[in-house]
C-alpha cells in the first residue's frame, strides 16, 4: 500500500457475536479473531483486499472509521492540527512494526491513520 490508501475499516459493534453473524451473512465476509486481538473480530471481503474489524463501540466511537495509510503519523497528525483537525487517538502501538492513529476533520469526521514497515529499518 502506498501513501493516502486506505487500508483498513473498523465498524462500530455492542455485541461482536451477533456482528459476526450479521455482517457474514449479509456480504460474505470471512471474520474471526486473530491471536493477539482477542475481542475484535477482523474481516475480510470476497476480494481478499478490502477488510477491517469488528470494534468495540464507545462513547467516542459510534460510526464506522476508514483507516489510511501514510509514511509517518506524528507528520499527519501535526499537519491535522495545524488544518484545525482534532487528534482523537495519538500515534498506538499495533504490533513491533505498525501503529495507527485517529483524528476529527473539520467536519467532525473521523479518521483512522496507519503507518507501518516490512522489515528492520
Same mark, same amino acid.
Given at each position: 500500500?502506498? !501513501?493516502?490508501? %486506505?487500508? !483498513?475499516?473498523?465498524? @462500530?459493534? *455492542? ?13 460474505? /465476509?470471512?471474520?474471526? #479473531? ?6 475484535? @473480530?477482523? /474481516?475480510?471481503?470476497? $476480494?481478499? %483486499? +478490502? ?6 463501540? +464507545? ?6 472509521? *476508514?483507516?489510511?495509510?501514510?509514511? +509517518?503519523?506524528? #507528520? ?15 500515534? *498506538?502501538? %499495533? *504490533?513491533?512494526?505498525? /501503529? /495507527?492513529?485517529?483524528? #476529527?476533520?473539520?467536519?467532525? $469526521?473521523? %479518521? ?10
Amino acid at each position: 500500500m502506498a !501513501h493516502g490508501d %486506505i487500508t !483498513h475499516i473498523d465498524i @462500530p459493534v *455492542s455485541d461482536p457475536a451477533r456482528a459476526t453473524e450479521f455482517y457474514g451473512a449479509v456480504f460474505g /465476509w470471512q471474520i474471526a #479473531e486473530m491471536p493477539g486481538f482477542e475481542g475484535y @473480530p477482523m /474481516w475480510q471481503a470476497p $476480494n481478499t %483486499i +478490502s477488510g477491517g474489524g469488528l470494534a468495540p463501540r +464507545s462513547d467516542d466511537f459510534t460510526t464506522p472509521r *476508514s483507516y489510511v495509510e501514510v509514511d +509517518s503519523i506524528e #507528520e499527519t497528525l501535526a499537519t491535522v492540527r495545524k488544518l484545525g483537525g482534532r487528534v482523537v487517538t495519538e500515534k *498506538s502501538e %499495533i *504490533s513491533p512494526t505498525s /501503529w /495507527w492513529a485517529a483524528f #476529527e476533520d473539520v467536519d467532525g $469526521n473521523q %479518521i483512522g491513520l496507519y503507518e507501518g514497515t516490512t522489515g528492520a529499518g
